[in-house]
């Protein structure tokens, strides 16, 4: 059984990453910007299976904006 030391404490990011006095590098930017971009892409192609209807919606939407865009 947990002791309740560590089961009231809320679980946050900044807890389980050190502290770090170095600033972020060009490649870890880059890594953690492709990462989110899969979970956005992920988390839209969830949204779009669960909701197909407005999921076409937006589709049209879409086409309709890129036809009457001009350049």
Same mark, same amino acid.
């Given at each position: 059984?947990? @002791? ?13 990453? !050190?502290?770090?006095e170095? !600033? ?10 492709? /990462?989110?971009?899969? @979970?956005?892409?992920? #988390?839209r ?5 669960? /909701? !197909?209807?407005?999921?076409? #919606?937006?589709?049209?939407?879409? /086409? ?7 350049w």
């Amino acid at each position: 059984m947990p @002791d309740g030391s560590t089961a009231n404490r809320p679980h946050t990011e900044a807890a389980e990453q !050190p502290a770090r006095e170095e !600033p972020e590098t060009a490649a870890q930017r880059r890594q953690r910007r492709a /990462q989110f971009l899969r @979970d956005l892409n992920e #988390a839209r192609e969830l949204r779009d299976r669960v /909701q !197909p209807r407005r999921a076409r #919606a937006a589709r049209m939407r879409q /086409q309709m904006r890129m036809r009457t865009f001009r350049w």
